[in-house]
């Protein structure tokens, strides 16, 4: 039976066998908003009207014969791509007035793919926290419990998703920003190979190329591994200007059976607080997929470590790519930093201060990183990792640079955040984000399956069969049935 809660591959194939119209599904969902979105906030920026036109030109197109992947699906997009004739607010006060006047690459993509666009979902100011919240639209809560974020910063699309609110998002991630709020909110989100997807059309970025932003991708949001691998091969493929010569064409997953994995899992770092729900749900997780065959261990590549030289040279990468202000602003935020003291602090002062000569240095690092990757991947399929050391934690108003964390009954600095992320973003491996069950308090815990690079499609099937396991997505509760309730 169709659903709102329905995956992607399985909504298309309804309005192929014509058991449902395009207008229909467009309705239902447009319901669903204006009686649910009110208790997480996710669909900020909304455009039904023309939403519902282009159901209407959807089901005329098919009526003629018309056929495409995502002909007449309703989604969200984030608010940090150009939609053209939409804001394109970043969730930034001083872009409210921002209309888009043409798509960006990606977008481009899934409508020529035959999706309609619903509207626009919540994020962090520049896409710059891992909680959903701006002034202008206020803050995403997550669906399993108000009381806590739905993550960042595609916290919005993450909690349309897990509501019912939209049948397919497209994210981005530079620091977890998928997969945090996929793991927070119970959803799939895919990370891919750092190339394998355009990056331009994004808030921040522009719409040409940067060659010198590295470690971020745009790629898929969804309900099920399927829909990840149906709107990856959407809109996978060349950036501007390299679409004259070059061409992607992404090798399928190497197993088909959860038998044939060689599967790793991430050892804890000895400086790391992990929390114990997560840790169980990898544990549990292990022990079903060597019951079902897997060659199962806890290994990582050899260039890691102790984690601490890898997670320094992600740090500093990051944090030189994202501070923003004059030099005078970021020398003092540097020196507040030095001030507080810890690992990540001072890792966050390094990047705001760093040189040309300094960034240069830690992409040669990054480089030696990749190197250890490739070479881990001759004796192992996928790497098994938290996407965070915590589950959804409560609303936190404080500055970023203020937070802390909960982990265990211990108090953490937040900036602990990145580890996990940076596993995959530092080296450009792709990775997908899956569901692994509910934590004692009744929250979502999720882990993600980190690949080969450009070999996208052996993560996105093996977190497929992991949900055969039973690992999958579920709707929260109070969201309803999934039809025009």
């Known amino acids: 039976m169709t659903s709102a809660f329905s995956s992607a591959t399985d909504l298309p194939d309804a309005l192929r066998r014509k058991e449902i119209s395009s207008a229909e599904l467009t309705e239902s969902y447009i319901r669903r908003i204006e009686r649910h979105d009110h ?46 004739g939409l804001p394109t607010t970043a969730g930034a006060p001083e872009r409210a007035g921002h209309i888009a006047d043409r798509d960006s690459l990606v977008v481009e993509r899934v409508r020529a793919a035959g999706a ?11 896409a710059a926290d891992n909680q959903a919240w701006n002034e202008l639209f206020g803050r995403t809560s997550n669906p399993w419990n108000g009381e806590r974020t739905s993550g960042g910063s595609s916290g919005g699309a993450a909690a349309a998703l897990a509501a019912g609110l939209t049948g397919l998002e497209i994210g981005s991630d530079f620091a977890g920003s998928i997969r945090q709020p996929a793991a927070f909110c119970g959803v799939y989100g895919h990370k891919p190979s750092e190339t394998a997807v355009p990056r331009t059309g994004h808030v ?30 959407i809109v996978a ?44 749900a990898s544990d549990r997780l292990a022990g079903e997929l060597a019951a079902a065959g897997a060659k199962v261990a806890v290994a990582q590549p050899d260039t890691f ?14 944090y030189a790519m994202t501070g923003r202000g004059t030099k005078a602003e970021r020398q003092a935020k540097a020196r507040r930093l030095r001030a507080k003291g810890g690992e990540d602090a ?61 982990v265990n ?42 690949g080969p690079y450009l070999e996208d499609h052996t993560v996105i099937r093996f977190a497929g069969l992991v949900a055969d396991l039973g690992f999958t997505y579920q709707p929260p509760p109070g969201f309803g049935s999934g039809g025009n309730d």
Request: aromatic share 8%; net charge negative.
């Open 204 to 233: 921040p970025g522009g719409m040409l190329p940067n060659i010198a932003i590295c470690m971020e991708a745009q790629g898929p949001m969804a309900r099920s591994a399927a829909d990840l691998a149906l709107a990856l091969d």
């Open 237 to 280: 493929g060349p950036d501007v200007g390299e679409e004259v010569a070059w061409r992607i064409a992404l090798p399928p997953p190497r197993h088909d059976r959860l038998r044939d994995f060689r599967v790793a899992f991430l050892p804890v770092p000895r400086w790391l607080e992990v929390d114990d729900d997560i840790v169980a």
């Open 409 to 450: 009954g211990r108090t953490v600095d937040a900036t602990v955040e990145l580890v996990h992320p940076g596993v995959a973003n530092l080296c450009g491996q792709p990775s997908t984000a899956f569901p692994c069950g509910l934590s004692r308090e009744g929250l979502p815990v999720g882990l993600q399956a980190i």
């Open 116 to 126: 309609i666009f619903l509207g626009k979902t919540n994020v962090p100011p520049y």
């Open 39 to 84: 208790a997480v906030n996710a669909v900020v920026i909304r455009d039904f009207d023309r939403a519902r036109e282009h159901a209407a030109k959807a089901d005329a197109a098919r009526a003629r014969g018309a056929d495409l992947p995502l002909l007449g699906l309703p989604m969200t997009i984030k608010d940090c791509l150009h939609v053209e």
């Open 346 to 406: 001072l890792a966050h002062a390094d990047g705001l201060e760093a040189t040309a000569s300094q960034y240069i240095r830690w992409c040669d690092a990054r480089e030696s990183f990749r190197a250890g990757y490739r070479a881990f991947f001759a004796d192992w399929d996928v790497l098994v990792a938290p996407n965070h050391s915590v589950n959804a934690f409560p609303h936190d108003s404080r500055p970023v640079g203020e937070r802390d964390l909960v």
């Open 305 to 318: 470590g102790d984690m601490l030289s890898y997670h320094r040279v992600y740090a500093r990468m990051c």
